[in-house]
Each structure stands twice: as C-alpha cells, then as structure tokens.
C-alpha cells in the first residue's frame, strides 16, 4: 500500500454524517446529560469531534476525555496484547461514561477500555463505535450504539489510518491492493 494509493469508497461522508446525527440522537435519550466521553486515541478523534457536537444538538454537554491504547503499529492484523500508552487525565470514579472508539474488531481494544474503567469506579460505561465487524470478536463484547456494520476488509479514513495516513479522509474506504 502506498500513499497514492486508489481508495474504494464504503461509506459516503454524507452517510457518516447523517448516521452520527440519528446516533446522537439514541445515545442523547439513553444516558445522562452529563455524561464522560472516553475518547480512544487516535483512531476514533474525528467520529468524536462529530459526535459531541451532534450531542449538544441534542441537548447533552459531555464532559471529554482521552485515553491512548497501544495500537497495531503498522501491520493490518491485532498483536493481542494492549497497553496503555497514554493514559486518561480526569478521575472516572462514579461517572456515566460513553466509550468511544472508531472500530470493533476482535473486542480486545474495548474490552481492555471498559475494564480499566470499570477498575476505576466508573458508575457505569457504555460503548459507542462508528464501525464494527461482525464475525471477527475474539472476546465477548458488544457495543450498545454503532454506526455501521462493514465487511472483513481494512478500511481507512474518517480517522481511521494506515501506518497513520489515510485519517484525513472525509469518507470510509478501502485501500486497493
Ligand atoms: P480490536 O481490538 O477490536 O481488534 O480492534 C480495534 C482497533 O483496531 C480499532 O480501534 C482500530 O484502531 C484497529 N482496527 C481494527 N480494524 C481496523 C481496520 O479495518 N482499519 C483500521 N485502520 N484500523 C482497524
Ligand atoms: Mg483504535
């Protein structure tokens, strides 16, 4: 894969906007005002500057945080083992938190997230992600709000990177081979 690369589109900007929007929407009913936004870096930065901004539309104010997890560096396929790489700057003991991320893949990531918080004395946490693959979870974890279930392929864009290019893009794609 190079950086000129051509990019088969999945999902439309305008379908990532129109579905944060109906997200918001969900998670605006189901979870307090004030809820804490876990944030999981980096690949899930834009899905979040979308969805809390969707949510004060629909009346929420968010509190933000963010928490960096080791990643699969630059192979397309999980290692297995997360660590933490940067970690989160705000005390979660007895909040509402809303993870965030931009994938479901094997379920280590998130699984890792919620138990760290859950660790920490978080009253309770749900997960929202953008993307999920269904068929790939190596553990047993499901998100309570996604935007779009996809195929067994590596995308990139809207945050999502390879060997961390690719994240500007507005829309979710596939990198040729
Ligand atoms: P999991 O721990 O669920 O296997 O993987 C979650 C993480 O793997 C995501 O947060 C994301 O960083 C990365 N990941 C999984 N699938 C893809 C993909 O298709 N494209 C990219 N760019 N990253 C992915
Ligand atoms: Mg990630």
Same mark, same amino acid.
């Given at each position: 894969?190079?950086?000129?690369?051509?990019?088969?589109?999945?999902?439309?900007?305008?379908?990532?906007?129109?579905?944060?929007?109906?997200?918001?929407?969900?998670?605006?009913?189901?979870?307090?005002?004030?809820?804490?936004?876990?944030?999981?870096?980096?690949?899930?930065?834009?899905?979040?500057?979308?969805?809390?901004?969707?949510?004060?539309?629909?009346?929420?104010?968010?509190?933000?945080?963010?928490?960096?997890?080791? =990643?699969?560096?630059? #192979?397309?396929?999980?290692?297995?083992?997360?660590?933490?790489?940067? +970690?989160? $700057?705000? @005390?979660?003991? /007895?909040?509402?938190?809303?993870?965030?991320?931009?994938?479901?893949?094997?379920?280590?990531?998130?699984?890792?997230?919620?138990?760290?918080?859950?660790?920490?004395?978080?009253? =309770?946490?749900?997960? #929202?992600?953008?993307?999920?693959?269904?068929?790939?979870?190596?553990? +047993?974890? $499901?998100? @309570?709000?996604? /935007?779009?279930?996809?195929?067994?392929?590596?995308?990139?864009?809207?945050?999502?990177?390879?060997?961390?290019?690719?994240?500007?893009?507005?829309?979710?794609?596939?990198?040729?081979?």
């Amino acid at each position: 894969m190079k950086k000129n690369a051509t990019i088969d589109v999945l999902i439309t900007a305008e379908a990532l906007a129109g579905r944060v929007h109906e997200l918001a929407h969900t998670i605006a009913h189901a979870l307090p005002p004030d809820v804490m936004i876990v944030s999981l870096l980096r690949g899930s930065f834009v899905f979040t500057a979308d969805l809390i901004r969707a949510l004060h539309l629909q009346g929420a104010s968010p509190q933000v945080d963010f928490i960096t997890l080791s =990643s699969y560096g630059n #192979a397309t396929t999980s290692s297995g083992t997360i660590t933490i790489m940067r +970690d989160l $700057t705000e @005390d979660v003991r /007895g909040r509402d938190i809303l993870i965030v991320d931009d994938i479901l893949e094997s379920g280590r990531t998130l699984t890792f997230a919620r138990n760290l918080l859950q660790e920490r004395g978080a009253a =309770s946490t749900h997960i #929202a992600v953008m993307l999920e693959k269904p068929g790939k979870r190596k553990v +047993d974890i $499901t998100a @309570d709000y996604v /935007g779009f279930s996809i195929p067994d392929k590596f995308v990139v864009g809207y945050g999502l990177d390879y060997a961390n290019y690719y994240r500007e893009l507005p829309f979710i794609g596939v990198v040729q081979e």
